[in-house]
């Protein structure tokens, strides 16, 4: 299993470990970084295609790393759904396939406990 699946299966563990009805619908957020802001912008209208809420934002780094560190463009994304293994999974493959299509990064996933 790869480190993503294992990433997941850690996070829905947690999540009913807190007491999260995982066969109810929850409101996902998922996590994706771009070099700059066509990319990102690209990368947001396919996400938005596949039902997805997105909200595209420049991240300035702080004074002090101005010098050595660029920009960076990150997308939150939601939707709400019932956060079963294969849904997660398939989702989780679907990101990492758009942030590798458009030089970005996928950084995972979260959600509130819903009992």
Request: charged fraction near 30%.
């Amino acid at each position: 299993m790869d480190a993503w699946k294992e990433r997941d299966l850690a996070v829905l563990s947690r999540l009913e470990e807190l007491g999260s009805d995982l066969s109810k619908p929850h409101h996902l957020d998922f996590f994706l970084y771009f070099p700059s802001e066509e990319l990102a912008k690209s990368a947001a209208g396919e996400i938005e295609n596949g039902g997805y809420v997105v909200k595209v934002n420049r991240l300035e780094p702080p004074w002090w790393r101005r010098l050595f560190s660029k920009t960076v463009w990150s997308i939150c994304t939601s939707k709400s759904m019932v956060p079963a293994r294969e849904v997660i999974f398939e989702a989780s493959d679907w990101f990492h396939g758009i942030a590798q299509r458009f030089t970005g990064e996928y950084d995972g996933w979260g959600t509130e406990v819903t009992e």
